[in-house]
């Protein structure tokens, strides 16, 4: 069964602190995703990483694709309240069209 | 921008109902999907569609159906609901590389 751990399961922050969110799994996915979501709503695609190494930047929101494609991180610079929500990474698995989730990080940001 | 659209935001039924909930994307895309979501549980693949009339089953198709007549639009069918179908439905259509997400349906089967 592949699976997508993703950690920490809870953070809770202040405004204006840095963060790092991982997503890790022993198995090689073909591109990655990352997406927001907040209460009630569906997830928002923030990014997709392809490349082995990959290192993308969404204004404060670095993401990074491990070498061997089995891990990513998501990190954010000086986090702020509208950064709040629940942090989902997806793998896109090889030769399918499935996606693994990620179990998720729920973020709360205080001001 | 991908636009994907859940025919409704919050649903109630009783049990033993027919329920249908209908996605539409206006990308052309070929591949969509149904997913639950559910706290401790993540998001769980119910079906999914890579063409007109084509479907598989994920990894919890029990219960529920799936219809895809055009390409646009794929519906979700409980065919008699239950309780233990109380969830977040959501629907989400694929291009290369990603999936785009509807806003999602909060079905309640009381």
């Known amino acids: 069964t592949q699976l997508l751990e993703q950690s920490p399961q809870f953070l809770s922050i202040q405004e204006g602190e840095n963060l790092t969110v991982y997503c890790n799994s022993s198995?090689?996915?073909?591109?990655l995703q990352w997406y927001r979501q907040e209460p009630g709503e569906g997830p928002v695609l923030l990014v997709t990483?392809?490349?082995?190494?990959e290192v993308k930047k969404l204004k404060r929101l670095t993401f990074q694709f491990g070498d061997a494609r089995k891990d990513s991180s998501l990190h954010i610079t000086a986090a702020q309240p509208g950064d709040t929500g629940l942090y989902l990474c997806?793998?896109?698995?090889?030769?399918?069209?499935?996606?693994?989730f990620g179990t998720g990080t729920r973020l709360k940001v205080l001001a | 921008d991908v636009k994907v659209t859940q025919s409704s935001r919050y649903l109630v039924k009783r049990t033993g109902e027919k329920v249908f909930l209908e996605c539409v994307q206006d990308?052309?895309?070929?591949?969509m999907f149904w997913y639950r979501q559910d706290p401790g549980l993540g998001l769980r693949l119910i079906y999914f569609?890579?063409?007109?009339?084509?479907?598989e089953k994920g990894d919890i198709p029990e219960g529920y159906s799936v219809s895809r007549e055009k390409k646009e639009r794929f519906s979700l069918i409980l065919e008699s609901a239950s309780t233990n179908q109380t969830s977040m439905y959501l629907c989400?259509?694929?291009?290369?590389?990603?999936?785009?997400f509807g806003p999602g349906t909060r079905l309640t089967v009381t």
């Open positions: 997806a793998g896109a698995v090889f030769g399918t069209y499935k996606y693994i």
């Open positions: 198995s090689v996915f073909s591109s």
């Open positions: 990483v392809v490349t082995g190494g």
């Open positions: 990308m052309d895309h070929e591949n």
């Open positions: 569609s890579y063409d007109v009339k084509m479907k």
């Open positions: 989400a259509s694929q291009a290369p590389y990603e999936q785009y």
